[in-house]
């Protein structure tokens, strides 16, 4: 799941509070890192967690209906949402609960908030197309929750606020989470049973030390590297920058020399979206011409060792 894109975003948000908070140890700021990707993790996790939540509560509301049906002699509500195979199968799932109870997370002391979407749930259109529906399909179970999740879960303010308590991590995670929450739902088939597999901590063995090995360098080097962003320009002012500017550009240039199997173009790319991102609404397209001046002030030079494509203009 922590594939290089949500590395790069964590070592720009730690190497800018690298250089912020005073507190110049090195290993503790690697491991600040390693920290913060685990919890992108977790919060994969307990979003995940909070699809079984949801679902358990909606289940007691329709065994409480049913009794007093029963009791009443009127119409048995319908189990259909109740009994839901997807959220079933993620409710029994072998990673979910072995993570779950490693790390002990609950909904539990949060039930009030699960209430409350369980009452948007019921409130949707989604659900209602749902219960209505004449189907009875896993993929009508699985879809549904797909598409509960990006109208209920995706973007929800009161989530935020529940998180941003958990973990100030979690809100500045939360984008890129949802997106391997939804991944992950689409993935699910009916025959995996509880043996379903979950996307795995770190999609390549290799992303956590590249992790590493960027951070480091971009720290350790960072005289160098702007030193070359100021051989590469030289009507160069930083006191003109934006200092969230010169952090993405030092990171960019510690891809560029140190990793020869990513393109340049890939990498000037990746960091003027997190530019767009993180930094002032002019720095996409200043990082952009910058960065690819550098790339090739450092070819020229032979500071570095790559090709790199001709310049292609980019919508800013």
């Known amino acids: 799941m922590i594939n290089r894109e949500l590395i790069r975003i964590k070592i720009v948000q730690l190497t800018y509070a690298y250089y912020q908070n005073g507190d110049k140890n090195l290993n503790r700021a690697e491991n600040g890192l390693l920290y913060s990707l685990s919890m992108a993790y ?10 079984v939540a949801i679902s358990r509560e909606m289940r007691h509301r329709v065994e409480v209906a049913t009794n007093r049906a029963t009791r009443e002699g009127t119409e048995i509500p319908s189990a259909k949402f109740a009994d839901n195979r997807f959220a079933r199968q993620l409710e029994s799932n072998t990673m979910l609960l072995d993570f779950v109870d490693e790390q002990k997370l609950t909904w539990d002391n949060d039930i009030e ?52 308590e958990k973990s100030l991590y979690w809100n500045d995670d939360k984008e890129v989470v949802d997106t391997f929450v939804l991944k992950t739902i689409k993935r699910f088939e009916m025959e995996n049973g509880k043996k379903q597999e979950l996307l795995p901590e770190y999609d390549d063995e290799e992303d956590k030390a590249f992790a590493c090995k960027l951070f480091r360098s971009t720290i350790l ?52 979206d997190l530019a767009k991102l993180y930094s002032t609404g002019k720095s996409g397209g200043y990082i952009n011409g910058m960065l690819d001046t550098i790339a090739r002030y450092l070819i020229e030079t032979g500071e570095l060792l790559k090709p790199i494509e001709p310049p292609r203009p980019r919508k800013f």
């Open 113 to 164: 908030f699960v209430r409350r979407l369980c009452n948007l749930v019921e409130q949707s259109q989604i659900y209602q197309d749902y219960m209505a529906s004449g189907e009875d399909s896993y993929e009508e179970d699985r879809e549904v929750w797909r598409k509960l999740y990006k109208a209920i879960i995706q973007e929800n303010e009161d989530l935020d606020g529940v998180l941003e």
């Open 42 to 51: 977790s919060l994969y996790n307990y979003l995940l967690l909070l699809i």
């Open 221 to 272: 080097n960072a005289d160098q590297y702007q030193r070359y962003m100021s051989d590469a320009s030289r009507n160069w002012d930083f006191s003109r920058l934006a200092y969230m500017d010169v952090v993405i550009m030092q990171i960019a240039i510690a891809e560029m020399m140190n990793f020869p199997n990513i393109p340049i173009n890939v990498t000037i790319n990746e960091y003027v």
